[in-house]
């Protein structure tokens, strides 16, 4: 044991970043803590399609611990990554309960566009893909994404319900429904003040409120072993995803995950100081490889996108700088399979002000957009609202690619736009008409 230490210095790299093993295993639980929201709320959100949801509590703690343990060994970084928030609403609501596919054929994209992934970073053409997609229509992404998960949120707490008149209309405020709202003041109040798993907590407080009204059944028993992950494993159906029509959405879901994944995983190690003289990140080559080998290894499992996490960044504030914090995370994540009985009571509207605060979040990038520049701000607005009114990452993501070039057809500017972006909006538009 004496050695222990030295081993880990060595592999970890933990003096030269200025950290030690206690301070590691320290930020690894803080992430824990701030992300683990993710094993309550992805189960709730994929159960939607007719998954077990037993099962997709296992494999989001799988998939979660063992994306997470790729990063640590093979980036040396303190990144968490898991399941990821927006995809797995993209997963559910649009591809298997809005546009009818089977789970099986939803988790074929997840694959097949973990693998263009993949073979986009071999080629080196990933970086090539990313500069020719215009800065706004990023920003504007995480934009859309997020008013398309706090609209979710609205409707899994019946805030927001059906109206045959206007499409929509505000609902009856129910005993489930002001549970979750008082859930999401608490977790709003928490996070200003700056408590570590505010979300968590606001989710076990709704949780234990409902059972104490009786809206909630207690589980039979605290910890058990977990539940197989035997349903979806390797369930996934790659042939019919191949289908022309989902070409669009295998884009989609790919740039997604690479905005989503790259800008994180930029914020997150150069907040741990992982950059050299130049201001580059030398490992994110290799974070990127780690997160679409998480993406089909995620698919195989039975879940939809693995991307990483920006709560990864509270790790960070309590001095995590190396990989050793990423293992620390996956074997928690991993010990909380053990709780299963606990995360499978926790109901929909215990989780849906996860949901508001995620998208709360995502806001951020709005000020960052040139609305006042309608060359740019139209094809961002475009965006934004067919996301969550098309119920659609991918087809707000395609009008928003599509106005872009058309704007500068129409102005006599189409050489300013990259064939390569030319390409990917004619294949959108292939996308939309089927």
């Not at 609403?89 to 596919?101: D, Q, S």
């Not at 500017?413 to 030319?422: A, D, G, M, Y």
Request: aromatic share 8%; hydrophobic share 55%.
């Amino acid at each position: 044991m004496h050695n222990q230490p030295n081993t880990l210095d060595q592999f970890f790299k933990l003096k030269q970043r200025g950290s030690d093993v206690m301070t590691e295993v320290l930020a690894g639980a803080t992430t824990f803590l701030t992300a683990s929201y993710i094993l309550f709320v992805h189960p709730n959100m994929l159960s939607a399609t007719g998954m077990d949801q037993g099962a997709l509590i296992t494999v989001t703690g799988l998939a979660a611990s063992l994306a997470t343990l790729l990063v640590a060994l093979l980036g040396n970084a303190p990144l968490m990554m898991a399941p990821g928030m927006g995809l797995n609403a993209f997963f559910t609501y649009t591809l298997v309960l809005g546009e009818g596919l089977p789970w099986q054929t939803a988790l074929g994209v997840v694959f097949l566009s973990g693998a263009l992934f993949l073979i986009l970073s071999w080629f080196g053409a990933r970086e090539h893909v990313l500069q020719v997609i215009p800065q706004s229509l990023r920003l504007a992404t995480a934009v859309g994404i997020g008013l398309f998960i706090a609209f979710i949120g609205l409707q899994n707490l019946g805030v927001i319900v059906k109206s045959p008149a206007t499409l929509v209309q505000l609902g009856e405020f129910t005993t489930e429904c002001c549970v979750g709202l008082g859930a999401l003041l608490l977790i709003l109040v928490l996070e200003i003040r700056r408590v570590r798993g505010a979300i968590l907590i606001g989710i076990a407080a709704a949780t234990g409120v409902g059972m104490a009204l009786g809206l909630v059944t207690m589980p039979g028993q605290i910890a058990s072993m977990p539940p197989s992950p035997a349903p979806l494993l390797l369930q996934l159906d790659i042939m019919s995803a191949l289908s022309i029509s989902l070409w669009s959405t295998i884009f989609s879901f790919m740039f997604v995950d690479l905005f989503d994944s790259l800008g994180t995983m930029m914020a997150v190690c150069r907040e741990a100081n992982m950059v050299d003289e130049k201001g580059d990140i030398p490992m994110l080559s290799r974070l990127l490889y780690a997160d679409a080998l998480a993406t089909i290894g995620g698919a195989l499992l039975g879940t939809s996108t693995t991307t990483a996490f920006i709560e990864s960044a509270s790790g960070v504030s309590d001095g995590g700088r190396t990989g050793l914090s990423s293992v620390v995370t996956a074997v928690l994540f991993l010990l909380a399979l053990f709780f299963s009985p606990v995360i499978a009571v926790v109901p929909a509207f215990a989780t849906a002000p996860a949901l508001l605060i995620v998208g709360l979040f995502m806001m951020r990038s709005l000020p960052l957009i040139d609305f006042k520049n309608l060359e740019v701000g139209a094809p961002a607005f475009l965006t934004i609202i067919i996301m969550p009114l098309g119920y659609s990452i991918a087809t707000g993501l395609s009008f928003g690619l599509i106005s872009h070039v058309v704007i500068y057809l129409a102005q006599g500017k189409i050489r300013q736009c990259h064939p390569t972006l030319i390409v990917i909006s004619v294949l959108s538009v292939i996308g939309l008409l089927h």
